[in-house]
């Protein structure tokens, strides 16, 4: 109870406090271990970096792979009133173009637009998306 009261300090510092009586009012049984807290393990924890060597074929040309990444809604309503965000990034160069859309169902409208934006930017088709 102290340790999720205190912010989840350390236990020794909990039983190091009690040892000292710097508190009024905390029964402390030193005779036990105390129980594991799921929440400071949840907040230890790291993700995995991302391997900086990449694996498999790249794009030989720009367009010949395209990934494509549609998140939200997000937490933050952007100024325009987005709540989604949907980029494309080409396999060999690395572009990334980045569109805020307020509906899920605006990304074919986005998707079809910026298709035929880069090919004519480009003169080169598509070949994996």
């Not at 494309?88 to 173009?97: A, P, Q, V």
């Amino acid at each position: 109870m102290w340790h999720c009261r205190l912010g989840h300090v350390n236990y020794a510092s909990i039983i190091q406090m009690a040892k000292d009586g710097v508190t009024v009012g905390m029964p402390a049984n030193l005779s036990t271990l105390p129980p594991i807290c799921q929440h400071c393990i949840l907040g230890m924890q790291t993700k995995r970096a991302v391997p900086k060597i990449r694996q498999g074929e790249k794009a030989k040309g720009i367009l010949d792979i395209v990934y494509s990444d549609l998140t939200g809604p997000e937490d933050v309503i952007s100024a325009g009133g987005a709540k989604y965000i949907l980029n494309f990034i080409d396999d060999l160069s690395g572009m990334t173009w980045t569109y805020l859309i307020n509906e899920k169902s605006q990304a074919e409208m986005v998707f079809v637009e910026w298709h035929a934006l880069v090919e004519n930017e480009t003169g080169r088709r598509t070949k994996c998306f």
